[in-house]
C-alpha cells in the first residue's frame, strides 16, 4: 500500500485440489446465493409469503441455473471473440470469469416465468417475492471480479487508485468493480428492502425498481470502466455495450414503474 495507491495482488485461485481448482471468482458466486437464499427464507415463513420455505429452495435450483446459463451465454453473445466460436469449449471455463449481468437478467427472467407456470403462481408475485436480494449476489460477484483483476476502470489521477496486474500500463487505476459492488449490491438491496416495506400494495414494483436502479447504476459506473478490450468503445467512440445493454432495461423499467403508480394499490405478497 503506498498511500491510497493499492498494488492488487490477490490470487484468484482460492485453493487447488488435484487437477480441481477453486477460484475465489466461483466462491463469491456461491455466497451470493447462500445469502439470497437465508434472507429469502425468512420472507416465507410470514404470513400471505408467495412462497413457501420448499419453494424457496426449488426456485433456487431455478435461479442458479438462469444466473449460470444466462450469464454464460449473455457474455459469448455481447461480449465474446471469435475464440469462442472456434474454441468453443472455452464457454465452459467459467473460472477464469466471463459473465454478463445482461445475460443473467434474461436467464433468471425466464426462471421467474417457468417456476411460476409450473408450480401455477403469479407471475408478479414470484417476481416481487425472489428479487428483493437479488442485488447480494451482484455485490458478490463484484468483488469476485475484483479478486480476478478483471473489468477495472480508466486510470486515475488522484492519489488513489489500484494498480492491477496484467495491466500493460501498470497504472493506478479507478477499481471500477467495487464501484459496481457498492451501486449496483449494497445500495439496491438498501433500496429494494426499504420499497418491499413502504410499499408492499404495489405488485411488480420490486423488479420494475431493480430495473431502473440498476440501469441507472451500471451506465454511471460505465464512465470510467473500461470497455472489454475485444469490442472497445462504439457508436461514435465513446458509449459502451453495457450502457447499451442497460438503456432498454432502463427504459422499460421507468415505464412499468410509471404504470404501476399509476393504478390502484393491490394487496401485497
Known amino acids: 500500500m503506498n498511500g491510497w495507491i493499492y498494488t492488487h ?4 485461485i482460492l485453493a487447488e ?16 446465493f447462500l445469502v439470497w437464499y437465508r ?41 465474446g471473440g471469435a475464440e469462442y466460436w472456434q474454441e468453443p469449449w472455452r464457454i465452459l471455463q467459467t473460472w477464469k470469469g466471463g459473465m454478463s449481468f445482461h445475460g443473467g437478467v434474461l436467464g433468471v427472467t425466464l426462471a421467474v416465468w417457468l417456476f411460476a407456470r409450473r ?11 425472489t ?46 468493480q467495487l464501484y459496481e459492488a457498492l451501486l449496483e449490491g449494497l445500495i439496491i438491496l438498501v433500496v ?30 460505465e464512465l470510467v470502466r473500461l470497455p472489454d478490450v475485444q469490442l472497445g468503445y462504439l457508436a461514435g467512440g465513446f458509449v459502451t455495450m453495457g450502457q447499451i445493454l442497460s438503456l432498454p432495461m432502463l427504459l422499460a423499467g421507468l415505464g412499468w414503474v410509471g404504470w404501476i403508480f399509476s393504478k390502484t394499490p393491490e394487496p401485497g405478497k
Open 9 to 12: 495482488n490477490i490470487n484468484p
Open 192 to 221: 429494494l428492502v426499504a420499497l418491499r416495506k413502504r410499499f408492499a400494495d404495489r405488485r411488480g414494483l420490486q423488479p420494475a425498481a431493480f430495473l431502473v436502479l440498476y440501469s441507472l447504476s451500471r451506465m454511471a459506473v
Open 17 to 32: 485440489i488435484g487437477p480441481l481448482r477453486l477460484g475465489w471468482y466461483g466462491l463469491m458466486y456461491a455466497v451470493g
Open 131 to 176: 428479487i428483493t436480494w437479488i442485488p447480494a449476489g451482484l455485490l458478490f460477484g463484484r468483488i469476485g471480479n475484483f479478486i480476478n483483476g478483471e473489468l477495472y476502470g480508466k486510470p486515475t489521477s488522484g492519489t488513489w487508485g489500484v494498480v492491477f496486474p496484467g495491466d500493460p500500463l501498470g497504472v493506478p487505476r479507478h477499481p471500477s
Open 119 to 129: 408450480h401455477q403462481k403469479p407471475l408478479l408475485d414470484v417476481a416481487d417475492f
Open 39 to 79: 434472507a429469502t427464507i425468512r420472507y416465507a415463513r410470514k404470513p400471505g409469503a408467495a412462497l413457501n420455505e420448499e419453494e424457496v429452495g426449488l426456485f433456487l435450483t431455478y435461479g442458479i441455473l438462469g444466473v449460470v446459463l444466462g450469464g454464460r451465454l449473455g457474455y459469448v453473445l455481447f461480449y
